[in-house]
């Protein structure tokens, strides 16, 4: 299994997950923010469009997402996968923060407005530390999403130095045999940072799934 670059398919795996996770994050919970706190037409528009990705499935969009990307100069890179996995999963990312962020009480960020704290203030110190459920909830989502996506991978990347680990299983069969023991590890130890991060966030991630439903 080593002989066969696992721990460099494992690394790739780690890197566009935490790269899309974060810019995820950061953009989504912004862009939940502004739903919620400015009810201008503007921002209506812009939750509108967000939850319009939702009905987009992923696969209708390959084609134009592959030529895109070969425009770009990004195919064959880690890029390629990042990029894309980041614009497919901030609408559902952006609607759990709203319906989470819309619980919180008016009152508390206009005390905070009171005391001459901006927009900027309000975001970090008190809707980021209320929403931590949520981005929680997001986190482990989006995660899971990519650490598992095989059909980005599978288009828009082809040499072995940009193999990601779902990508990587076909590494361990041939066109006529198949060795059993190393996919089984592979499959294994490719499970265990999901595992990981869904036992250390499990009370979180319930919390941010039923954010709302109260209502």
Known sequence: MLSNNFGLYFLNSVFVTAA???????????AAYVIVRNRSRF??????????????????????????IVQLG????????????IAFAIPISVLILVNFLRDVPGELFEAMRVDGASDWQMLWKLAV?????????????????????????????????????????????????VDVPAVLAAVVLS????????????????????AGFSK
């Open 20 to 30: 899309t996770v974060v810019v995820v994050l950061a953009v989504s919970i912004m």
């Open 191 to 210: 499970v265990v940072p999901v595992l990981a991060a869904y036992a250390i966030g499990r009370r979180q991630l319930v919390s941010g799934l039923t």
């Open 43 to 68: 921002s209506s528009a812009l939750f509108s469009g967000l939850l319009l990705g939702i009905a987009i499935p992923l696969q209708a969009t390959i084609v134009p997402v592959y030529y895109l």
């Open 129 to 177: 530390p209320l929403a931590k459920p949520a981005i929680i909830t997001v986190g482990i989502y989006d995660a899971l999403q990519v650490w598992n996506g095989f059909l980005f991978p599978l288009i828009l990347t082809q040499s072995a130095e940009n193999r990601v680990l779902p990508l990587s299983l076909w590494s361990f069969q041939g066109e006529f045999s």
């Open 74 to 85: 990004l195919y064959d890179t880690l890029w390629a996968l990042i990029l894309p996995s």
